[in-house]
């Protein structure tokens, strides 16, 4: 068993960077993504692991594990075999937010799970009402001026929800936040001005403002993003702002260096893939790539902007 386990590292190890034929002398990958089939995150852990098995020349199989907010798979990866077979999707919720907001964490992930790869970003974007004469930043700190307006997010504790928190912390201002059950029942709402403000990813948030139903206000990513590249960005009135959630390859603890340095190799070149790039963009994310390095001080860095927001926001889970 031990010869068997040495050969399958070898043969992750060793295969080189092109496009490879899956081998069934290997067992499959697992890779686990804490959403269900069809979600924004599934379809984007679909192309990833499509890419993986291309690069490593395994099979790939998407496992998807649902609930706690991402952690339950974030923990079946931690608590797995360090030994490549396993892998896990792991957006930005797990791995920065979950822990300032959950009672109890099964896992750390600052230091349970080995980081690979950053492969996208999924920008946040404030929407305004049609009707509520805010256009831009400048135009809503203003209307803030007056007074809190009603602000809708998907749900406690989401990454669009602490966006709105920290835009607000930026403004030194308040809004009165109102929470639904995700986009679907809140964008009525305010189609018809019941919330003067709604935050979302530009998944299901950017089809309503190029239809002219609601108005992009901006977007939250570092800079202007190719999806909407005529929407501005937060950062271009308040210098250094971003929130965005994303998808990562995670590993578990204990990796050997060889298995992690070949699958960031493999994630960096999949991300740079035109073909993919395209995909991901079609799915509404922005191509990444990261390093090892990038990701685990992404890590850090989000996991120190977004305590802070979140005690201040008084979120708690279960």
Same mark, same amino acid.
């Given at each position: ?57 395994? +099979? @790939? !199989? ?7 907010? $991402?952690?339950?798979? #974030?923990? =079946?990866? &931690?608590?797995? %075999? ?118 979302? +990813? @530009? !998944? ?7 239809? $002219?139903?609601?108005? #992009?206000? =901006?977007? &939250?990513?570092? %800079? ?95």
């Amino acid at each position: 068993m031990r010869l068997l386990a040495a050969l399958a590292a070898t043969i992750l190890l060793a295969g080189p960077a092109a496009a490879q034929t899956p081998s069934a002398a290997q067992p499959p990958i697992r890779l686990i993504v804490g959403f269900p089939p069809g979600g924004g995150i599934d379809l984007l852990t679909r192309v990833m692991g499509e890419g993986l098995a291309a690069r490593l020349g395994r +099979t @790939v !199989v998407v496992e998807n594990r649902t609930g706690a907010g $991402g952690n339950i798979a #974030a923990d =079946a990866v &931690a608590r797995a %075999a360090p030994d490549g077979n396993t892998l896990g999707a792991v957006p930005a919720g797990p791995l920065v937010i979950n822990r300032h907001i959950y009672r109890q964490m099964p896992f750390d992930p600052l230091t349970d799970l080995t980081p690979i790869s950053r492969f996208a970003a999924i920008p946040v974007i404030f929407l305004a009402a049609p009707n509520a004469g805010i256009t831009d930043i400048a135009s809503l700190r203003t209307a803030l001026e007056r007074g809190p307006v009603p602000c809708g997010t998907p749900g406690a504790g989401t990454t669009q929800h602490l966006a709105v928190s920290l835009l607000m912390r930026a403004l030194e201002k308040e809004c009165t936040i109102v929470h639904y059950r995700g986009t679907g029942p809140a964008l009525p709402d305010l189609l018809n001005g019941t919330i003067t403000l709604y935050t979302d +990813t @530009v !998944v299901t948030g950017l089809p309503p403002a190029r239809d $002219g139903r609601a108005r #992009a206000i =901006a977007i &939250a990513s570092p %800079a202007r993003v190719s999806l909407a590249p005529d929407i501005p960005v937060v950062a271009e009135s308040i210098p250094g702002f971003a929130a965005e959630t994303w998808l990562a390859l995670m590993a578990p603890r204990n990796l050997p260096e060889p298995m992690a340095a070949r699958l960031e190799e493999a994630m960096i070149a999949i991300a740079r893939d035109p073909a993919v790039a395209a995909r991901l963009r079609e799915l509404a994310a922005e191509p990444v790539g990261s390093t090892r390095a990038e990701l685990a001080e992404a890590i850090r860095q989000q996991d120190a902007m977004w305590g802070p927001v979140a005690r201040a926001a008084n979120v708690t889970a279960d």
